[in-house]
């Protein structure tokens, strides 16, 4: 990213200027169908997400939670292919501006050719992948090439990090730090870990100069609680949930009722909004 201005950084700079913080929004391709997820895409961006997480659906998602699992199991069944991605990816960045980024586990983009991968997503109008299971000093290869492909490379920082691992997780972010709020896999979860607070706390001591929350956030009251110290805040579950008990229709009232919590004290009246 050296002399490039990352999008994805802007957006999330955009919204700390217009309102309290940024609302990252997950998603995985492929499901209920391809169309079906291109459509959730969009309609989340119109909605108030201001940054998609598209997820790649994979076999083995250590990561993820139930109703996300459930979800990328469902793609895989339904056929989805690796090159769908890039073709959501365009079609999504054709009808709205809000940077894509990809969730992928390592394995796929390896077997698929890491330069091959990288020159499609950015082919395809990308901003580049968040991988939650390689560390920025095992991923040499990956550096090197979002670099020249103009892609941000987002790694996650976890509250059991020390402090060298959370310098060197800055240092090799671009965009912005994905800062696990608790140890464990995703989902909604009644109260925020506080440890949240304390890691984006490190973090920024260590060098980071983004952080957004991910892990357990699912309501509005939790995103203006994440927003208090961090620059954007990260669902998925709720809206995986949402696609799949009431469409996208029922997703985008779901976005737009979570996104309230992305504002201002003086616009906080909507907050709490019923989902």
């Not at 499609?120 to 670099?147: F, K, N, Q, Y």
């Not at 464990?184 to 957004?212: K, M, S």
């Amino acid at each position: 990213m050296s002399g490039q201005e990352s999008r994805v950084a802007a957006a999330i700079r955009a919204a700390k200027q217009h309102r309290r913080g940024a609302l990252v929004g997950y998603l995985p391709v492929g499901f209920p169908d391809l169309d079906t997820s291109i459509e959730a895409a969009i309609a989340m961006a119109r909605s108030g997400v201001d940054v998609l997480e598209l997820g790649l659906p994979y076999s083995d998602p250590v990561m993820d939670g139930e109703v996300i699992q459930e979800a990328t199991q469902t793609a895989l069944a339904g056929g989805f292919r690796v090159s769908q991605v890039f073709e959501a990816v365009r079609r999504v960045r054709e009808a709205v501006d809000v940077p894509v980024l990809i969730m992928t586990y390592w394995n796929p983009v390896l077997q698929y050719g890491v330069e091959r991968f990288a020159h499609r997503l950015a082919e395809a109008g990308g901003a580049g992948l968040i991988t939650p299971d390689i560390t920025p000093d095992a991923a040499a290869d990956w550096i090197e090439v979002s670099e020249r492909a103009g892609l941000d490379r987002i790694f996650l920082a976890a509250p059991s990090s020390s402090d060298e691992r959370l310098r060197l997780v800055a240092e090799s972010t671009t965009g912005f730090v994905y800062t696990v709020s608790t140890m464990g896999i995703t989902g909604e979860r009644a109260q925020l870990d506080a440890a949240a607070r304390g890691l984006t706390r490190r973090l920024r001591e260590q060098g980071a100069d983004l952080a957004c929350v991910g892990i357990g956030i699912s309501t509005a009251e939790q995103v203006a609680a994440a927003l208090e110290y961090a620059d954007g805040a990260i669902v998925g579950t709720a809206f995986v949930r949402a696609l799949r008990d009431g469409g996208v229709s029922r997703l985008a009232e779901v976005v737009r009722a979570i996104a309230a919590g992305t504002r201002r004290a003086d616009g906080a009246a909507a907050v709490g909004a019923a989902l």
